[in-house]
């Protein structure tokens, strides 16, 4: 059975960095392109970026420059490093195997709440 856990949320003020975590189990990480997803109040979720098998990123243009993603296969876990957090990215957090389109591979976790306010 296939199980992703996601922490290290919390609250941060504005200007501030977080690091997330996200663990598999039933699946190698390795293997799958992995990404980073996010859903706010009242809006639809959206990826974040994502990471390739090769270690190759790819970032939504709003978190561009500011969010890193990273993973030790070792751990079998992904990583996402946010830094300069606004209110705008207030948020849950999810990660998850990422298909061709909008697919994603596996059940969607509980994900880690981000609440970024002064």
């Known amino acids: 059975q296939v199980q992703i856990v996601e922490s290290g949320g919390g609250l941060v003020q504005p200007g501030g960095s977080l690091r997330l975590s996200c663990v598999g189990s039933g699946i190698i990480f390795r293997d799958n392109v992995m990404a980073w997803y996010r859903q706010a109040p009242g809006k639809q979720r959206e990826m974040v970026g994502w990471i390739s098998n090769n270690d190759f990123t790819v970032y939504d243009e709003s978190v561009a420059g500011r969010f890193t993603i990273s993973r030790d296969n070792a751990k079998n876990s992904v990583y996402l490093q946010m830094n300069s957090l606004g209110p705008e990215d207030t948020a849950v957090y999810y990660c998850?195997?990422?298909?061709?389109?909008?697919?994603?591979?596996?059940?969607w976790g509980q994900g880690t709440q981000v609440n970024v306010s002064s």
């Open positions: 998850n195997i990422k298909l061709s389109g909008t697919r994603v591979g596996a059940s």
